[in-house]
């Protein structure tokens, strides 16, 4: 192409006129072959130059863009084309090894050395495609380090990310080469068990949970490990590994809530935890907005006869899914925290009730039962004198129920909570008694008024049995205490004739009433003690 354009270039000049290839003013004028010649032969010896490089650049080019599996001949060139190529070659290398470092530390997890989330999609998945070829069944079990936040606040992180090591260490150590441990989050480790019957499988999974129950020796400190898990079966709970993920995590959710180190995904349980997302999402929407209302349910005196008080007990009817039962939102709104704000909602709607009441010429004590969180939360006797101040209430016409285990849970900071609520004047009783791993002489340093005896003791009660005994005893301890004693769960009036002859105080239960709204209360009080101004 050059030597092409140099002989377009000799044509061009021979045309032109003298005057236009005659130098400047005042130098000599020259033959325009003397000038041409020399572009030519310049032109002549670029092509050259051009035709011998073109070829070897155009192979180092292909052997860059190929990568390190192309262009083997010009590494063996000794020429600088050949020196070009290793050049490239090692820079290639170089660019590869690199890639390939940290392609693999994207999917190790630094504190623990197992692979990391990232893989988890595939592995499962390929887990799937093998179960489904052989026939065989694999199985995934998620576990939770529960104590870790505790760990991270009194030891440190560092602490913290050597007890996730040890965790790591100890469930690589309880499986086979074939199966796969991942960390799956912040405290959730992912095992995936390939290849057995699901009762092998659970009892694999059985021994790796048991594996964490030995405490963890850290810089000198044992600390022990509190887990939680759950396992997920192929192809019995799904067959993609978005659905067996999720249902080990349900699995391992329902091991949690109910204190097992282990619990396995039951075909259902899914549908139940998205209706408790549900309610979890409108519980708060139903605080908010008043849809909560109230029932009542009365103590009557064995005797007198006569109502002493009436629990309040919340309801919620939910615009879809209908009326929710009490121990199903409850639990929910103790596990979320939402609590506090069902609890404050709960004492505002029984203060304005019990205004409305008076103004009505009726004095109704109400009892309100109140959860662990609240007991742990030390600004709630605070929170209850702001509400009685706003609704102007009586306290000694309010009675905090307690459960016996709530008490137990940590009985330094509910003591403190329950004193300062006493001192402002309100009554606190102890609910389910019997349930708990309490005792008479514990609870003996608490200031209680009442104690209720758990229905489970008292629905089925029969002279003679295991029942009368615990419920017979427990009245005559409580009386020695000097405290009043109600039994729960009346349905027969077998049970009253029974109680009535034990000296119990007061009874509760469908066989005196069931619960019901402030309207219907109204009425059955003033049917039951026409006259009356108030209850006993």
């Known amino acids: 192409m050059v030597l092409c354009a140099g002989v377009f270039a000799i044509a061009w000049m021979g045309r032109m006129a003298p005057e236009a290839v005659a130098p400047v003013a005042g130098m000599p004028t020259l033959p325009w072959t003397r000038v041409a010649l ?5 032109a002549g010896l670029a092509a050259v130059i051009m035709l011998r490089l073109s070829g070897p650049v155009a192979r180092l080019a292909g052997f860059v863009s190929g990568g390190l599996d192309a262009g083997h001949g010009l590494l063996q060139r000794r020429d600088d084309i050949g020196s070009l190529a290793r050049e490239f070659h090692a820079l290639l290398r170089d660019l590869r090894e690199r890639e390939e470092n940290l392609n693999r530390e994207r999917k190790i997890d630094p504190v623990t050395g197992v692979a990391n989330r990232t893989v988890v999609p595939d592995r499962v998945a390929m887990a799937i495609a093998r179960s489904a070829r052989n026939r065989t069944g694999f199985a995934l079990l998620v576990v939770d380090i529960c104590c870790l936040a505790a760990v991270n606040d009194r030891h440190g992180h560092q602490v913290g990310d050597q007890l996730l090591a040890i965790v790591a260490k100890r469930l690589g150590e309880g499986v086979r080469a074939t199966d796969s441990v991942c960390r799956l989050g912040s405290t959730e480790f992912l095992v995936i068990l390939e290849e057995g019957s699901a009762e092998n499988l659970l009892r694999v999974a059985g021994e790796l949970a048991g594996s964490l129950a030995d405490p963890a020796r850290i810089e000198q400190a044992s600390i022990p490990i509190v887990s939680a898990a759950g396992v997920a079966h192929h192809p019995a709970h799904g067959d993609t590994p978005e659905a067996l993920l999720r249902r080990a995590d349900i699995a391992r959710r329902h091991a949690r809530g109910s204190s097992v180190p282990l619990a396995v995904y039951e075909n259902g349980q899914e549908e139940s ?114 509400l009685a101040k706003v609704h102007s209430a009586v306290p000694s016409q309010l009675l905090f129920e307690i459960t016996e285990s709530s008490i137990m849970s940590d009985l330094a900071v509910t003591s ?78 077998a ?42």
């Not at 020399?38 to 310049?42: E, F, G």
């Open 273 to 386: 935890h998205l209706r408790e997302i549900a309610l979890l999402n409108d519980l708060a929407t139903a605080i908010v907005h008043d849809q909560l209302f109230m029932h009542y349910q009365p103590k009557m005196s064995l005797s007198s006869g006569s109502v002493g008080q009436v629990e309040a007990l919340v309801r919620w009817d939910h615009p879809q899914l209908g009326r929710v039962p009490p121990d199903e939102f409850i639990p929910i709104a103790e596990r979320s925290g939402q609590v506090r704000h069902l609890t404050r909602w709960v004492i505002e709607a029984v203060m304005r009730q019990q205004s409305d009441w008076r103004d009505a010429g009726l004095e109704v004590p109400v009892a309100i039962n109140l959860s662990t969180v609240d007991l742990a939360d030390p600004d709630f006797p605070r929170t209850l004198g702001i």
């Open 416 to 493: 403190a909570v329950i004193d300062a609520v006493r001192e402002a004047g309100y009554q606190i009783a102890i609910d389910d008694f019997g349930t708990g791993y309490s005792s008479l002489a514990q609870l003996k340093r608490l200031p209680v008024r009442e104690l209720k005896i758990d229905k489970s003791f008292v629905s089925r009660l029969q002279e003679g049995t295991d029942d009368a005994v615990i419920v017979r005893s427990t009245i005559e301890m409580a009386h020695n205490m000097g405290l009043v004693v109600v039994a729960e769960g009346v349905e027969d009036e």
């Open 495 to 536: 049970v009253i004739e029974l109680l009535a002859r034990w000296n119990c105080d007061m009874i509760q239960g469908y066989h005196l009433s069931r619960p019901m709204d402030s309207a219907s209360l109204a009425t059955w009080l003033k049917e039951r003690m026409p006259g009356t101004q108030g209850v006993a």
């Open 38 to 42: 020399p572009i030519l032969l310049l």
